[in-house]
């Protein structure tokens, strides 16, 4: 299924970008969801950048899971659901494993 992107661009390597800040851009909203490589291979080092990504990745899955939960249903939609419920409860668990732990 692919997913639109929904959130904010992630604080990449463009100039233009600036820091994360949390609130999502007009702009983005019709933009397909895309992680890089480089989106990749910073995530394996940059603790931070990793845990926005799992949580934007997480927030975009459950908001398209609603709109297909509100959609008249099907059989093929109904296997969406249940697919992306499953990846959603995955994902659910990397991001409460990869959160810092509190002291």
Do not use: N
């Not at 398209?64 to 939960?69: H, N, Q, S, T, V």
């Not at 008249?72 to 697919?83: C, H, L, N, S, W």
């Amino acid at each position: 299924m692919a997913l639109p992107r929904a959130a904010a661009r992630l604080d990449r390597e463009e100039p233009q970008a600036g820091p994360w800040t949390g609130q999502l851009r007009s702009s983005d909203m019709d933009e397909p969801f895309v992680v890089t490589d480089s989106d990749l291979a910073r995530a394996r080092h940059d603790k931070e950048f990793r845990q926005r990504l799992l949580t934007e990745s997480l927030e975009l899955l459950l908001s398209e899971l609603g709109k297909l939960r509100r959609a008249t249903p099907t059989g093929a939609r109904i296997d969406q659901v249940r697919e992306g419920v499953e990846l959603a409860v995955k994902l659910a668990d990397l991001v409460r494993r990869s959160a810092p732990r509190a002291a």
